[in-house]
């Protein structure tokens, strides 16, 4: 297995790779074969763990635990820049995010899937872009999932539904700081505000995934109500890890088949070039410094 990164195999899309970022109680996919552990050191500094690189159906994954292997980082800790750059180094164009998330509305229930379209962000600490010290793009944020992605996404969840779980296709993701839940009073300004879900990672792999021209959709798996539903017991350690053990298995179902379909169909996405229209600083007057850093995603537009 080749795992290389290089810069002439990165718009080869039969080479490109898919990327699984396992959240909470996600840390394994099974059938990967042919495994290879990977440890790398980024511009950003290392990753969040070990890349699992092996291939899964017909295409050649690229697996990373958010948090590390045992859960020892909180989501303000996360290495978000080291983790999307590692991916597109690897040639990662695809980028499934399985997640633990709580529902802000009565009719999403826990052990429901959600696909969200859009984010609210309420994070404080979290890197928002790659072009920072002498560098400016504008990146374009109004679709913050790639459609085609999670159509794939949902299309497969629809055909491993069992009874008592739902899919939900659409919604709002509210991205809150973390690590300690909601107070009542946040929870429920979140749902005056139309939101449909809440957790603490996806918006930032979003944006930084979309800067580095990779298409990525959220694999939103419920495991409570927040704190909002009176009737239910308010949100704690225990009852999410009940709740996630029940969705990891469903969710490395999911990830199979989604594999399968994005190892026939290699789908093309905007996301691809979304730097296209998005970068403003002329390459002549970006550091050399700088530039090293960004190239990876910046060097077809400023060959």
Known sequence: MNISGTQSDAYDFKKARLGIIGGSGLY???NLENIVELSLDTPYGKPSNKLLIGNLFGIEVVFLARHGENHTLNPSEIPYKANIWAFRYLN?????????????????????????DQFIDRTQQRPLTFFTNGVVAHISMANPFCEIL?????????????????LHIGGTYLAMEGPAFSTRAESNLYRDWGCSIIGMT????????????????SLSMVTDY???????????????????????????SVISAAAKKIS????????????????????????????????????????
């Not at 999670?150 to 739902?166: A, D, F, M, N, V």
């Not at 999410?240 to 029940?246: F, H, K, M, R, T």
């Not at 169909?265 to 403003?280: G, Q």
């Open 150 to 166: 999670s159509q794939i996404l949902s299309q497969e969840i629809e055909k491993l539904l069992i009874t008592g779980k739902k």
């Open 264 to 303: 026939s169909s290699r789908p093309p996405s905007s996301f691809h070039n979304s730097l296209k229209d998005a970068l403003v600083t002329p390459k002549e007057y970006v550091e050399e410094t700088t530039k090293n850093k960004i190239n990876l995603f910046t060097n077809k537009y400023w060959l």
């Open 28 to 30: 394994r996919i099974d």
């Open 202 to 217: 996806n918006h930032t792999e979003a944006r930084l995934a979309k800067e580095a021209e990779i298409a990525y959709s």
């Open 226 to 252: 927040d704190c909002w539903n009176k009737d239910c017991e308010n949100v704690s350690v225990e009852m999410v890890i009940e709740n996630l053990q029940e969705n990891a298995n469903f969710a490395k």
């Open 92 to 116: 990662v164009r695809w980028l499934i995010s399985a997640s633990a998330v709580g529902s802000l509305k009565e009719n999403i229930k826990p052990c429901d899937i959600v696909i969200p």
